[in-house]
Structures are given as structure tokens and as C-alpha cells.
């Protein structure tokens, strides 16, 4: 008996066993969804839609792409975008983790840890595609997700997907909803809504006439309901011509909506991702532009296809320096990716016909960029609308005149248009405290080895298509398509101005980071220290005191605590001796290492070399570079001396140098000055009008300071002569400048002939920034005079530095005579 009770038992315990080993199949197949990979066979096996990876949540990319990719294991975290998951919960390894997107909706919500940092851990398994992801093998566009524990799931219907997916549509789309569970059925909603088996069951593909968000789940008997699937359709815009998306204004009427089969022909390329298109039948709006930027990734066109563009119209801020965002225009563009295409109806389409610039076609402003704060769309009045009126077109500019040395592949030129600025003597255009020139045309060649400099002329016309880049609105061409180009008469000067028995020469020269050191970008070649040196002996007929600007320590733009700059001031006076000058000498003050500003361990400052056969430093105790020089009893207390070194005005800028001089037995105090740079002012042609000049400021306490120290001066001394010389980094016409003359100082520049007077070129703006100010007893018996060898001509024509030199030439008063 007890045999045939284990015998039952045993039979029992096997029937069992055998129906658990039935079902048992069963359960695994749908406790885990179709296709699951680990993460391993992901990242070797990168490719494939709808796949299934399996693995542990190891944290979050922390920055970085490709080979610089980055992950944060711990929290707080703050990416609510992504994943980064591993086939072990304690992976750190970059090469075994697997970044996962988390799109918008239901995946991002439930699994990104910046809301659930209690996920961090976890097994999870997540449907989407295999792809690139922070350009290295990653998964994206994620439809599903559910976490995994130590026993099988329940199990779930499989994801509804959609054809086509979310994105960009045509209105009367179809989008057809299906799953890849056998005999479920689809339920949806339309209103954002999750969707239950009380909503709308699918019958058949749902057609897409608005913008629309379908939610959509599977259901069937026995499995647990699939995760909740979001499809968001946008519908393009039809019937739009390009001059209807451009409109007339900076901003599209149509921005951040899409616009389906927009027609143009291709007329200009400019990478494999941007081209730019125009239409073919154009309005009769000169304020409307026919043209448009077109992004979409391995275009592969060429000029002249005849294409439809299907996008998001975007405002696009292009290349532009680091500040961009708040201070360039942006260009209108198609953005033809995410769902948008571009199709080529046919090839070898004839051109447009460029817009002529200029008296032969359209008027360009000559006077205001912007006096409206973009008030008002006025083409005909602002230069700054004009350009955008023509914004992506081809255009014309008839036989170019340049107007500014080529600069990083641009030139700056003007054509024939009513109302120009004259040209001054090296063939350039002046600013004006009105005017700053908005007929200038910037051309983009893209060629920096092009030589050409104020006063060079195009023998024909440059055709291309006006984009706009780094601040400035400008014409893309093709530099082998460029007419010849006819050098003009511009050549280097000679002052006519010479040190005589009671006359003293006072020169100021910024000779750009001149320095010791001979190799490297910012380093000084022997033939810049040659040409400077040559400026001074045959240029300037060596002046008995110059005031150099921008000197640097004796090994330049190396950043290791030196400061002295005596290897930097005999290597130009050894220079200058060699090209038959003078055996100057030299003082300065050296700077506290990287505290006035420049290249960091340049440590520029201003400093003065004198003819010791013809002045003399008067006698003093040099200071130190925190000490403040003061005036008394007709004397500096320190010579060289700073003025007011540690004043918060200087932080970051050079600290004038003042010292004194003897000639034919009279004293003469002579300033050197480097006001703060423009840097942070924001551009003539930005998002910005007028536009907010941040520099001013501090320029304006610095000219304050000075003042006051020539003010202490007169105190001293009645008729104390006085020069300040330098750059002052801002026009005669500001009120920096106006400010630093007060009633005590005359600026001799404003004496120079307008068409003379420009010492420096600005994206082909010629204007002053070097000055030489006088006491006012002396401004009668000072002669001054701008030397033009440098603003105006590349290095190839000679171009010792970015600055040119001012000369004066004074008859001293006499002094008080105090000791």
C-alpha cells in the first residue's frame, strides 16, 4: 500500500510538471517583448528600427559627443533627456553604455531621472531604434518602455506603431496605426487624452488635415494592455511662395510653422547641408525678398536644380562670435529635416536675374542704418532693412571699389550709389558722428591668401547671394568667378614733419604686440620688428619721443609670470639703429603679470623711446606699478609714473604712463594711454538699434581720471605743457573723447583734413582711435599729422602693424621753471 501511494504521488507531481513545462513557453515568450538585445549586442549590432534593448539605468550623458562623450553615474541630475544604460547596474565604462533619447511624452516622463532619480538602477527594457546617438551607437525615438524585476513580466500586448511617425505632413495625410500582437485591437484618441477601450477603435488609417497628437493603445484578451503610443503630426502650410514666408520685415510671418512644396531654384551652395533658393515668379514687392536659406543634411544639389522645399520656417542665427544669440540678425531658412524634404522637379533651370546694387538698380541708404528700433520696414530709408529686403537673393555689385584691406576671406567695397561717403586719400570711406557708411557691401570669398587694399577696384561686376554672418550681412560668391582685380594708387606715407632746433616731434604708435619673441601666431617675425623699425626711421623722420602702445614682455605670449619687457625694447632699438635711426632709449613700467589686459603672459603696456642726442629724462625715481604719480611744484613724483594705478576704472586695461621730458632746457609732460579695447560694443548691423556700446563706460571713467590728472597738472603750473598721445580706442566725435579734452586739452587730430583723418579700418569703416591731445597753450605752435602706412594695406604691401602712427611737431612754451 505504501508503494502504490508514492507510485500516485509520483504520477501526480509529473503530470504537473509536464502541463507547468507547456505553459511555461508561453508565459516567457510574451513576459518579454520580440527581438530583446543586450546592450552589448546593441552597440556591435548599431542598426535596425523597433528593436528592443534590455539593460541597467547607469545614469545620464553628461556632455560631450563621439569619442569625448561623458556620463553622470550619481545624482542630482539634470538631464531629463536621456539615459545611459549597461548590462551591469555598476558600468562605468564608456564603451559598454548605451545612450538612450527619451522623447516627449510617457518614456521621457516615467523614466528620466532628474524626476525619478529612484529609477537609477534599475533593469528596464525600452522599444525604439538602434542608432547614433551623441554620434556613437546609441537608441533613439524610444515608443515604449517597462521595467524588469527577477521574475517574468506580465504579460503585454505589444506597442501601436504609426506609418508615418510623427513629424512634419502634408495636410490629407493617412496615417495608418498597427501592432505586432496578432488580432488586437487599437483604440486612439484625438484630444491628448489617454486612450481606454471606451475610445474610438481604429478601422482604418486616420487622415491629418491640422496639427494633430493621436494616442493610441492595443488590446487583447489575456495579455495586459500595451503601453500608451504618441504620435504628434504637424501639417505644413501649403500654397506659400517664397516671398510669403520672407515678408517685409527682419522676422517671417510664418516663423516656427512648416510650409509644404515651397518652389525655387537652386542658386547658390554653400555646404553639403545649406543651400540657398529662389523663386521664379517673384512679386512686385521690392520690400519682400525671393530668396531662402534651405538646411537639410546630404542635399546633394546643385545650382540651377529646380526643387520643392517641404519644412519648419525657422530664424536661423548663423556663424557669429560667441555672443551671437543676443546680438546678430538671424536669417530666414527652411528647415527641411524631421520629416520635411526636398524634391528636384529638374535641373539646368536658368537663374534669376540678380538684383542690381546700386544706381543702376535698387538705391542703397548712404546715411542710416536704423533710426526706428526697427519700427518700421523701410527699405528705401535703413540700410539694415534694405539688406534684409534682399536677404538670400542674387544680387549684383557693379565694378566693386574695396575699401579695406581683405580680411578673413571678406572684402569690403562700394559701387556707384547716390549719396556715398567721398572717398578718402587711400581710397577708403570715413565714419562720420552721423554716418557710419551703410553703403559698405561686405563680399565673402572665402580666399584669406586674396591681396587687396583700399583704393583696388574690380574691373567688372561680382555676382552672388546676400547672406549674413559675424554681425554684417554679406554677398557668398565664388572668388574663381571674381572680374580682375586693378590696384589703385594707395601707397604708404611719409610725415613731412621733422624735429628742427626748437621744434620737438612726438609720435604715437601702436605696434601690435610687439615683442621679443620671434615665433608662434602672436609672436613678432623679424620682418614685422623690421618694418616697424623702418616705419619710425623713414615714415616718421624718427621722432625725438615716441610713444609706443601694445609693447609686450620679453618673451610675448608665453603666460609664465614675466613681466620685463627689456629684451622686447632692444630688439626695436638694435632694429631701428640698423635701419639708420637713432640710438633710443626706453622706459616703462612693467604691468603686474596678466593684469592689464591683451594675450594672457603678453603683458602689453605703453611705454616711450626718446633721442637721448636730442631730450632727456628729467630727472626722477621711476615708480613701481602700484604706485600713483602725482604733480608737484613742477615736477612728476615719480618718472615714468602711473596715474592712479589701483583705481577700478584700469581693471583689466593699461594704466597710462606719465613722464617728463627735458628739451632746449624746457619741460614737457608727456602721457601714453591705452584706453579699453571696443570689445562688448554690439554691431552696426545687429538684432540691437541702436546698439548698446557696454566699452563706453569704463572709457568714460578712465577719461575722467585722466583729465583730472592734466586738471592737477595746470593747478601745479599754469603753463605746463602737456601731450597725451595713444590709443584711445574711441572717435574724436564721442564722448569719451570729449570728456578726456574737458576745457584743458585740445585734440590735434580734429585739426587733420577729414579726408586724412583715419588711423585704424573696421569692417571697412575707416576711423580714428589714435589721437594726440595738447594743452591748449601749445595747440597754436603744434603742427600734426597722420601717417598712413598700415590701416589701409595687407602685410603684403608692407603693413607693419593695425594702427597708424600720429606725429606732432611743437614748439615747447616756456614752463614756470620750479624745481
Known amino acids: 500500500m505504501k508503494t502504490k501511494s508514492l507510485n500516485k504521488v509520483f504520477s501526480l507531481s509529473m503530470v504537473l510538471l509536464f502541463i507547468a513545462s507547456m505553459l511555461s513557453p508561453i508565459v516567457s515568450s510574451k513576459a518579454i517583448a520580440a527581438d530583446v538585445v543586450t546592450v552589448a549586442d546593441a552597440i556591435s549590432h548599431n542598426t535596425g528600427s523597433h528593436k528592443t534593448v534590455e539593460g541597467y539605468i547607469v545614469g545620464t550623458v553628461k556632455g560631450g559627443s563621439g569619442a569625448s562623450i561623458s556620463y553622470q553615474h550619481s545624482s542630482p541630475f539634470s538631464q531629463d533627456t536621456n539615459l545611459a544604460i549597461a548590462d551591469s547596474p555598476s558600468e562605468t565604462d564608456k564603451a559598454k553604455i548605451l545612450p538612450v533619447q527619451l522623447p516627449a511624452g510617457a518614456v521621457r516622463d516615467g523614466l528620466n531621472l532628474k524626476v525619478h532619480p529612484e529609477n537609477l538602477g534599475k533593469k ?238 535698387r538705391h542703397i541708404p548712404t546715411h542710416i542704418i536704423d533710426n526706428d528700433n526697427f519700427g518700421r520696414f523701410d527699405p528705401k530709408e535703413d540700410g539694415i532693412d534694405f539688406y534684409e529686403s534682399v536677404e538670400g537673393m542674387r544680387v549684383e555689385v557693379e565694378t566693386p571699389k574695396i575699401v579695406a584691406p581683405q580680411n578673413y576671406g571678406e572684402l569690403a567695397v562700394v559701387t556707384k550709389n547716390k549719396g556715398n561717403t567721398p572717398f578718402n586719400t587711400s581710397g577708403a570711406i570715413n565714419i562720420s558722428e552721423t554716418d557710419y557708411n551703410p553703403e559698405r557691401i561686405f563680399v565673402d570669398i572665402n580666399d584669406t591668401s586674396f591681396v587687396a587694399k583700399s583704393g583696388d577696384y574690380f574691373k567688372g ?71 616697424v623699425a623702418g616705419s619710425i626711421v623713414h615714415n616718421l623722420n624718427a621722432p625725438d619721443i615716441v610713444g609706443l602702445i601694445e609693447m609686450q614682455d620679453g618673451d610675448g605670449p608665453v603666460d609664465d609670470g614675466r613681466t620685463d619687457a627689456k629684451e622686447s625694447a632692444e630688439r626695436l632699438i638694435d632694429e631701428i639703429k640698423a635701419k639708420g635711426g637713432p640710438a633710443y632709449q626706453y622706459t616703462d613700467i612693467a604691468p603686474i603679470d596678466d593684469k592689464d589686459g591683451g594675450i594672457p603672459g603678453g603683458n602689453i603696456r605703453v611705454a616711450f623711446i626718446y633721442n637721448p642726442e636730442r631730450v632727456s629724462l628729467a630727472p626722477g625715481t621711476k615708480g613701481t606699478p602700484t604706485e600713483a604719480v602725482q604733480y608737484k611744484n613742477g615736477k612728476l613724483s615719480l618718472n615714468p609714473g602711473r596715474i592712479d594705478p589701483a583705481n577700478p576704472a584700469f581693471e583689466n586695461s593699461r594704466k597710462p604712463l606719465a613722464a617728463q621730458f627735458m628739451f632746449n632746457g624746457e619741460k614737457v609732460t608727456v602721457i601714453a594711454n591705452h584706453f579699453n579695447s571696443k570689445g562688448g560694443d554690439q554691431p552696426l548691423f545687429g538684432k540691437n538699434q541702436p546698439p548698446v556700446l557696454n566699452s563706453e563706460l569704463q572709457r568714460l571713467q578712465i577719461s575722467g581720471i585722466v583729465n583730472n590728472f592734466v586738471k592737477s597738472i595746470k593747478a601745479d603750473d599754469p603753463k605746463a605743457n602737456v601731450v597725451l598721445l595713444g590709443d584711445f580706442n574711441d572717435f574724436e566725435f564721442t564722448p569719451a573723447l570729449e570728456k578726456l579734452k574737458g576745457k584743458e586739452l585740445s585734440d590735434m587730430i580734429q585739426e587733420v583734413p577729414y579726408k586724412e583723418r583715419y588711423t585704424y579700418s573696421y569692417q571697412g569703416n575707416a576711423q580714428v582711435l589714435d589721437h594726440i591731445l595738447v594743452t591748449n597753450n601749445l595747440k597754436k605752435d603744434t603742427n600734426v599729422d597722420i601717417v598712413h602706412i598700415n590701416s589701409q594695406f595687407m602685410e603684403q604691401h608692407g603693413r607693419a602693424s593695425d594702427h597708424d602712427p600720429v606725429v606732432v611737431q611743437v614748439k615747447l612754451k616756456e614752463a614756470c621753471g620750479w624745481d
Open 461 to 531: 561686376n561680382i555676382t552672388g547671394v546676400m547672406s549674413y554672418s559675424f554681425s554684417n550681412f554679406k554677398v557668398l560668391t565664388d572668388k574663381d568667378q571674381l572680374p580682375a582685380l586693378v590696384e589703385g594708387k594707395t601707397k604708404p606715407e611719409t610725415t613731412k614733419l621733422h624735429g628742427k632746433h626748437k621744434k620737438l616731434t612726438i609720435a604715437s604708435f601702436n605696434v601690435e604686440n610687439f615683442s621679443a619673441n620671434e615665433g608662434g601666431k602672436d609672436g613678432t617675425s623679424d620682418e614685422k620688428a623690421g618694418r
Open 124 to 361: 528596464v527594457q525600452i522599444t525604439g531604434d538602434l542608432m547614433a546617438y551623441f554620434s556613437v551607437p546609441g537608441h533613439k525615438n524610444a515608443k515604449s518602455f517597462s521595467f524588469q524585476g527577477d521574475t517574468p513580466s506580465e504579460p503585454q500586448a505589444e506597442p501601436v506603431t504609426a506609418s508615418p511617425d510623427s513629424g512634419l505632413v502634408k495636410s490629407g495625410t493617412k496615417a495608418a496605426l498597427s501592432t505586432a500582437t496578432e488580432n488586437a485591437a487599437i483604440y486612439y484618441t484625438l484630444d491628448g487624452s489617454n486612450p481606454t477601450s471606451s475610445s474610438s477603435r481604429y478601422s482604418e488609417p486616420l487622415t491629418i488635415n491640422k496639427d494633430t497628437t493621436v494616442k493610441a493603445i492595443a488590446i487583447k484578451e489575456g495579455l495586459k494592455n500595451s503601453e500608451v503610443s504618441t504620435f504628434k503630426y504637424t501639417v505644413a502650410l501649403t500654397g506659400l511662395r517664397i516671398h510669403d514666408i520672407q515678408g517685409a520685415s527682419h522676422q517671417s510671418p510664418f516663423a516656427n510653422q512648416s510650409a509644404a512644396d515651397v518652389e525655387g531654384v537652386v542658386t547658390h551652395v554653400v555646404d553639403a547641408n545649406n543651400f540657398y533658393m529662389q523663386d521664379t515668379v517673384p512679386d512686385l514687392d521690392e520690400k519682400t525678398s525671393e530668396g531662402i536659406l534651405v538646411y537639410k543634411k546630404n542635399h546633394g544639389l546643385k545650382s540651377g536644380d529646380l526643387v520643392k522645399t517641404t519644412g519648419q520656417v525657422k530664424e536661423w542665427v548663423l556663424d557669429g562670435y560667441a555672443e551671437k544669440l543676443k546680438t546678430d540678425l538671424a536669417v530666414t531658412e527652411i528647415n527641411a529635416e524631421n520629416g520635411g524634404s526636398v524634391s528636384i522637379m529638374h535641373s539646368g533651370h536658368a537663374l534669376p536675374d540678380p538684383v542690381v546694387l546700386g544706381d543702376h538698380g
